[in-house]
């Protein structure tokens, strides 16, 4: 089965832009997260959908970061403005409905100058 | 609140040696446990998950973990390290919150000498 697809893979941008990832899950998987990974550190959750609905969006910088997964397939994570402490990668991993295992894309690099 | 401990930022280990890499969890129910493996620019990929039965489980690569209940452990080991397996490595917990969500450690990465 085809994986994860994310794109861009990598972004560079100006601090003060605009940006936007796009997510597309595995086929049929109801959960859809999105992460971001410092480097340095562990992913950080910071939205889970469960189709398209938000399940839990507690540590989303909302007052510059949005996300949404119309139709419950794909998603959109954007950022704006963007800060240069949002220079990281942007995972995004998919599960079926109340799976534990997620599936992960090979994520977004970003690097804000 | 859920949350996972990797106590050991970096290790070093010789080709061929075997390897331990420890994990420590902190969760109220039975958790989900993992361990992940991320090489450089790669993204995660899975090595093994308990969730139920035998404590001690196989995965990939010829890794192996032992879930330890009474110590909130989850350690990773391998009884003979390839040049191949310097990474970073993942532990995470899988908690249930409504669905399912994974909090991951900060890692540790491995670094493996000849």
């Known amino acids: 089965e085809a994986g994860v697809a994310q794109s861009p893979r990598y972004k560079i941008i100006e601090k003060r832009q605009s940006v936007a990832f796009w997510c597309n899950p595995i086929?049929?998987?109801?959960?859809l997260y999105w992460y971001q990974q410092i480097l340095g550190q562990g992913p950080k959750l910071l939205i889970q959908f469960q189709n398209n609905g938000v399940v839990d969006d507690s540590q989303l910088p909302k007052d510059r970061f949005s996300a949404e997964r119309l139709k419950g397939v794909d998603s959109t994570l954007k950022i704006q403005p963007a800060k240069l402490e949002d220079s990281a990668v942007y995972l995004c991993?998919?599960?079926?409905?109340?799976?534990?295992?997620?599936?992960f894309g090979p994520g977004t690099r970003l690097t804000v100058t | 609140a859920q949350s996972v401990t990797q106590p050991d930022i970096h290790i070093t280990v010789s080709e061929g040696a075997s390897l331990e890499l420890r994990c420590n969890y902190s969760y109220g129910a039975t958790p989900y446990l993992f361990w992940y493996v991320q090489s450089p620019g790669q993204g995660l990929q899975l090595l093994l998950k308990y969730f139920s039965g035998d404590t001690l489980v196989q995965g990939i690569k010829g890794f192996e973990a032992e879930f330890k209940r009474s110590q909130s452990s989850f350690n990773l080991r391998k009884p003979s390290v390839h040049w191949s397996d310097a990474a970073e490595y993942f532990c995470a917990v899988g908690a249930r919150t409504g669905g399912f969500k994974t909090i991951f450690g900060a890692g540790t990465r491995l670094f493996v000498k000849a």
């Open positions: 991993a998919s599960s079926p409905i109340q799976d534990p295992k997620e599936y």
């Open positions: 086929s049929g998987h109801a959960t």
